[in-house]
């Protein structure tokens, strides 16, 4: 299979003098091109079932090359999201079966060696991805096969932070705030129970 690659063209020249920039070459991998949330970074993105890696472009100097996060090892798949002046990357390598997050300098250190954990990795939830904005982070995750959301203030972001997933604010259950009639079939009763507000938010549905 040929090698997939990605050009730059600039707008007004012929395609003649566009210029390869990245090339795919591992047919396992498939390849994507996209921007950074803020649209600051141009981010190109290999993976395959198992092993991922990203590469980034200030846009602001679109001829210069694009820089490697962390080069790609088997069996390692990382993602990464710009915060700010930082980069978010949730990866499970180092054994982090179900995923950690941590921060490094935009726009990556070339390797792991400057990523700074954030959330460390739990054998209990699995972290699934984060989504960076101005003021707050959102991180997507499952525990006890239920997925959850938990909102998470940006401030500190490139800090570690011990963090707990409380009870969630709704949950579907044995709860008695509310419940709905019996069905004529017999089957059980559904009953939705509210909860204490708490400090960070969560949604999930709970037993």
Not at 41 to 63: C, D, G, Q, R
Not at 131 to 158: I, N, Q
Not at 178 to 185: E, I, K
Not at 189 to 201: F, H, K, V
Request: aromatic share 8%.
């Amino acid at each position: 299979m040929a090698a997939v690659p990605v050009w730059r063209h600039i707008v007004g020249t012929p395609t003649s003098d566009d210029m390869v920039v990245f090339e795919e070459s591992d047919e396992k991998f498939w390849l994507g091109v996209g921007t950074s949330r803020d649209e600051k970074w141009l981010m190109i993105h290999t993976s395959s079932k198992l092993t991922s890696e990203v590469w980034l472009l200030h846009a602001a100097a679109p001829a210069s090359e694009f820089s490697v996060v962390a080069p790609r090892r088997q069996g390692v798949e990382y993602e990464v999201e710009v915060a700010g002046d930082k980069l978010l990357i949730l990866h499970n390598g180092d054994g982090a079966e179900n995923f950690e997050l941590a921060s490094a300098p935009l726009p990556g250190a070339g390797d792991t060696s400057a990523w700074t954990p954030v959330i460390a990795h739990r054998a209990d939830t699995r972290l699934l991805s984060v989504d960076a904005f101005e003021s707050y982070l959102l991180l997507y995750y499952r525990r006890d096969g239920l997925t959850g959301l938990s909102v998470l203030p940006a401030s500190g972001v490139g800090e570690e932070r011990p963090i707990t997933f409380p009870e969630p604010l709704y949950t579907v259950g044995r709860g008695r705030t509310r419940s709905t009639p019996r069905t004529t079939s017999g089957s059980a009763t559904t009953r939705w129970s509210r909860r204490p507000p708490c400090t960070t938010t969560t949604w999930r549905p709970g037993r």
